[in-house]
């Protein structure tokens, strides 16, 4: 792809389809992006590939980068890493995902366990039936307490059940950084540190994360994204340019009544290497 910002509003590097959380089949999403002028868009979908191929006969017009988001586990913390232009048919990259969905299904029975001792029942049987094939996020565990009336907005749904310190929150043991980039490698794609703000660093402890990350081979990191204030943005792209990292942009959309819309991102700050002009092919 060319060097230029002009049209760089309308690219966005991270999105999600029903193969993961998303609200939107493949086929739909495009169609959407389609109505949003977005001229190349990247299906990001938590730990599968599946859509890819829909998506790309969907495309019409619109260029699809294969992607990936893959959860690691960092000092504690459950990180984000997303892989772009990746080789959806890479056999060691199945082979690696469908590990991380097999953890996946451990933990949603975990999860359902915990949600048991609550007085909540068959919330495995229930999820099962909201998820596309074998991959369970926990959003789905957020629809259905809503849809049994144990919270009224799934965002609720977290606050009481699902997050981090509440009870059905169920630390998981993801693989680590060097191992997530590594598959990503050898698929052929690049690894991106996915929403670097959200996870609440400390600012020493998000310099350790990108030092951590550089020196096991990281590529770059989403300078902007949709959860990004003005001042987010500058601050990570300083950080970006210090450890050599290229600048990804995207809105991890999920969906059109959810709160990051597609595409139409803030322009991306000019002193920044955007990772774009990495995908010629
Ligand atoms: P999982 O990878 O299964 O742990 O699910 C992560 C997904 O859950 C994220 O990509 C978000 O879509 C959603 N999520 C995580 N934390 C929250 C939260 N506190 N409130 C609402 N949604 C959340
Ligand atoms: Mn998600
Ligand atoms: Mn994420
Ligand atoms: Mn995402």
Redesign the pocket.
Known sequence: MSNSTENSQFYDFHS?SHYS?GELSPQALLDYARERQIGCLALTD?DTVAGIDEAIAASDGIRVIPGV?I?TSWRKH?I?VVGLNVDRHHESLLNFLKQQRTR?VN?AKEIALALEREGIRDAYEGVLKIACEDN????HF?QFLVEKGYANT??QA??RY??RGKVAYVP?KWPSLEKVIENIHEAGGLSVIAHPMRYKLTSTKLRLLLADFTSANGDGIEVITASHRPNDTHHVARLANEYGLLASQGS?F?GPSSFAKMGHLQPMPAECEPIWTRFDS
Do not use: G
């Open positions: 999600h959380d938590h988001e959860s459950e984000h996946r933990r369970i996020v926990r959003p957020a799934m965002q977290f606050d699902l997050k998981t991890d999920h």
